[in-house]
Structure formats: C-alpha cells, structure tokens
C-alpha cells in the first residue's frame, strides 16, 4: 500500500514567502530612496552664480549664444578651431561662461556641454555629438575643470583621431589614460591655492602627459575661481582676483589654441 504526503494548512510556507517578499520590498525602497537622494543632490548644487556668468551670455554683433543641447558661443566669422569644456562635477554649465565668451572673443568656437546630472563623467562622450554639429570646425581642443577634466581625458584618450589638443583646470588625466608617448599639445593650468586638488597630484601627472606639455601654476588661485559659482566647500581662499585668475586661464587656452593652429 503507498504512502500519502498530506501538507496541511501551507500557512508556514505562506508566511515564509511573505518574509522573503518583505525583504525584497525593503530592499528596493532602499534602493529607490538612495538613488533618489543622489540625483537631488547632482542636480541640486549648493551654489550661486554669479552675475557676469548671465552678462556673457548675451549676444552681441560679433557673436552669437545659443543654449539648446549645448551652450554655445559662436563667432560671426565662422571659425576652423573649437573649443569644448566640460563643467566640474555639480557645477552648472553657466559657470565657465565669462572663459568660453573671452575664448569666443579671440574667434574660437566655443561649447559649454550640459552633463548629466551634473556630472561629467557619467557621460565622457558628450563631446562627439558637438563636432559632429559643428563639422566645419578642423581642429579642437577638449578640456574641463576639476572632475570635467578627468572627464576630458577620457574622451581624447579613446579620440585621439579628432582631438588636436587637451587643458586641464585644477585638474589630471586619470593614471589609465597615459598620454606621455603622444603628440598631443597638452595645458595644465592649477592654482597654488586650492584646497581640492592637491599641487602633488598635479606635479605628478606630468608622467602622464608628454614631455612639451605646459603647466601653469596661477599664483593665489583657487578651486572655485576656475568658473563663477561662488565658493566650494574644502577650498582655501584665493588671494588673486577672480578676475585675474580667469584673465590668466584664458590666456592660457589661447596660446594652447596658438600651438595646435601651428602643428596643422
């Protein structure tokens, strides 16, 4: 005679499931509340633009601005060199106006990206879409502030076919993206200041880079005055104006800019 498994009521194996389903649900609401607690914090930067970032968007006779998927500056004498910035993690876009409009000022093309999130380096390739747009243009330079930076690098690391030349503003390429054995024209340009970016790391990354490239050391500048957003947490104070340390920073670019239009 066979035997008969009888299961009675099935609540433990019921109560069993709900346990499980409580942990997943728990575990999800976790989930959900920390990666909603980062995008507020990405897109909710503790910082206050300045006026003269608005007065430099304004178009003029010479040059026209135009903010849609990018912000542009685009000089009325249509250029063969471009310009293409990327923002320091969490700081808006506006922020390096006043550099790409004197930048734009000199007969460059200049692009401010828009990252998402507010962070570069969630999305390096946002360079292409521009040179792509803008297919006139025969030579660019990409470069960035501080986490915009390391975002740069990685881009010119994988297009080196199209990028002629790289800047860095209190900023480093990252260790993977050695550049010491290339022909890139390469600008670093830091602050003796800055209480973000330590001027070690900066004197190492020469490795990195090759031997010709240029390093400029802004004396008494700081992170922040890289763009026009106030100051930033963990910075030391500049004892530079502002204005002259954007002043430098430019010129900076321009003679980066001079030296690719040279290598052509």
């Not at 500056?73 to 876009?93: C, D, E, K, Q, S």
């Not at 380096?121 to 297919?135: D, K, Q, R």
């Amino acid at each position: 005679m066979s035997e008969v498994l009888v299961v009675d009521s099935g609540q433990p194996i019921q109560g069993k499931n709900r346990r499980w389903l409580w942990i997943l649900l728990s575990i999800i609401a976790i989930l959900a509340i920390a990666i909603g607690g980062f995008v507020f914090w990405a897109l909710n930067p503790t910082v206050v633009i300045d006026e003269i970032a608005y007065n430099a968007i304004e178009s003029n006779e010479n040059i026209t601005i135009t903010d849609d998927a990018w912000l542009a500056f685009l000089p009325h004498t249509p250029p063969t060199t471009g310009v293409i910035i990327y923002p320091g993690g969490r700081v808006p876009a506006l922020a390096y106006a006043p550099i790409a409009r004197q930048i734009a000022d000199a007969g460059y093309l200049v692009v401010i990206v828009y990252p998402p999130l507010n962070l570069a380096i969630l999305n390096t390739n946002l360079a292409t879409p521009v040179i792509e747009h803008f297919s006139a243009v025969e030579q660019w330079i990409v470069g960035g502030h501080s986490l915009g930076g390391s975002a740069a690098s990685i881009y010119t690391n994988s297009h080196m076919e199209t990028v002629d030349g790289l800047f860095f503003m209190a900023s480093y390429p990252l260790e993977s993206n050695d550049f010491s054995e290339t022909d890139l024209d390469v600008t670093s340009i830091y602050g003796t200041n800055d209480g973000l970016v330590a001027l070690e790391d900066i004197e190492a990354s020469r490795d990195n880079v090759p031997a010709a490239s240029v390093f400029v050391e802004i004396e008494g500048g700081n992170h922040a005055q890289f763009g026009y957003y106030g100051t930033q947490s963990g910075d030391n104070e500049a004892t530079i104006a502002h204005d002259e340390q954007i002043t430098q920073t430019v010129d900076a670019i321009l003679d980066l800019l001079f030296k690719v239009e040279r290598n052509q």
